[in-house]
């Protein structure tokens, strides 16, 4: 069984848990400013908020049409990145296998269970997580993890669901196509041109129609929609980093040259990570002097980025103190501690 749990309201209960007098209030988290607020956009609100209709991806502007008095908070994501990083600790330490798949989901593996052990299992970690961290989350358990998704996001806010094998057909019945993970606006329209809306018309669909459209992803809506989601968890990306290493022609002191060379490794790093849809929260470089002996250095940075600039500048920097007016043979870019990043809808 597949347990997945999605924090409510992320960034505005982190809030809530430095300011629990907030609580009660419509509160806003956005990209700007203070005092530049209508710059910017909503990341999100609570659910006090949600009633005036609030939503994510909104622009603060508009929010604050709908509700004048609503409380602004600029967004503070180092401290997010921190209350991530204990729900994770937290989600880990029961010694199931965890990926953690964006800053406030993850996908827990908890074997062979039934409807009763995985409910406990779920209302364990639920209540945990709330009594340690003061944060409220929404927990779905199924037979795959496209289904725990689904019963995770119609069970929120603060539930806990559960959808076993024989739960299944009935929980898929009525929903629609665009609620399966991977299903995007554009997937969805193609599948409404086919005349499939809901997914119990997916199920009856010709799986070769579906393959013609869709390739391999077209197959897996098939077996989805037809009670077989066997979705696991997938290997984590937290070990994971992305590096180039390149040799120079002859050995050089020359800056300028070593610059460049950077650059490039740093262009093909980003291109990588942006690519795969990774970001990084580590950068470092190492230098192999020509009398082959090798020395690196790495900077954490406070957020995580995608960011060609920042690697290319902290690559920059690291690189001079390397250097240091030796005669460099080799050097290596590498972007280290890279994630998943949540889908596209990440807005800062
Ligand atoms: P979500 O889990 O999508 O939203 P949420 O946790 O705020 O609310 P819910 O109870 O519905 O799960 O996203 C997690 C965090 O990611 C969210 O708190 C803020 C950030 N985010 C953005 O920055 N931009 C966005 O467009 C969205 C959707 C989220
Ligand atoms: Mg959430």
Redesign the pocket.
């Known amino acids: 069984m597949i347990l997945f749990i ?7 209960a982190c809030e809530e848990t430095r300011h629990p007098e907030l609580k009660a209030k419509p509160l806003v988290i956005g990209t700007g400013t203070i005092a530049k607020k209508e710059k910017g956009v909503v ?2 609100c609570n659910y006090v908020a949600r009633k005036f209709g609030i939503r ?2 909104m622009p603060t502007v508009q929010a604050l049409k709908l509700n004048p008095k609503l409380v602004y908070l600029e967004s503070d994501e180092q401290f997010y990145t921190q209350m991530s990083e204990l729900v994770m600790k937290e989600v880990r330490s029961y010694g199931y296998r965890v990926e953690a798949i964006s ?3 993850a996908a827990v593996d908890i074997g062979n269970k039934d409807r009763e052990e995985s409910l406990a299992a779920g209302k364990m970690m639920k209540e945990n997580i709330r009594k340690r961290l003061g944060l409220p989350c929404t927990i779905g358990i199924s037979t795959g993890r496209t289904y725990a998704k689904m019963v995770c996001d119609s069970s ?2 603060d539930g806990l669901g559960f959808a076993g094998r024989e739960d299944i057909s009935e929980f898929l019945k009525d929903k629609d196509v665009s609620k399966i993970l991977g299903v995007g606006a554009k997937t969805a329209e193609k599948l409404n041109g086919l005349g499939i809306c809901k997914i119990s018309d997916l199920a009856k669909a010709d799986p070769n129609v579906l393959a013609e459209n869709f390739g391999a992803f077209g197959r897996e809506l098939y077996l989805i929609a037809n009670g077989r989601d066997e979705g696991g968890i997938v290997e984590e990306y937290a070990v994971l980093s992305v590096g180039r290493e390149r040799t120079f022609d002859r050995d050089t002191k020359d800056q300028a040259k070593i610059d460049r060379m950077l650059a490039e490794l740093a262009k093909e790093v980003i291109d990588e990570i942006k690519g795969k849809n990774l970001w990084y929260k580590g950068i470092s470089v190492k230098a192999r002097y020509s009398d082959f002996t090798t020395r690196t250095k790495d900077r954490r940075l406070n957020n995580y980025s995608d960011s060609y600039d920042t690697i290319y500048s902290t690559a920059a920097k690291l690189m001079r103190e390397l250097a240091d007016g030796k005669s460099i043979r080799k050097i290596g870019v590498r972007a280290f501690d890279v994630s998943e990043k ?1 889908g596209q ?4």
Request: charged share 40%; no cysteine; net charge neutral.
């Open positions: 999605d924090m409510d309201h992320f960034f505005a990341q999100t994510s991806g800053i406030d989901e929120k806010p949540k809808r990440r807005i800062f």
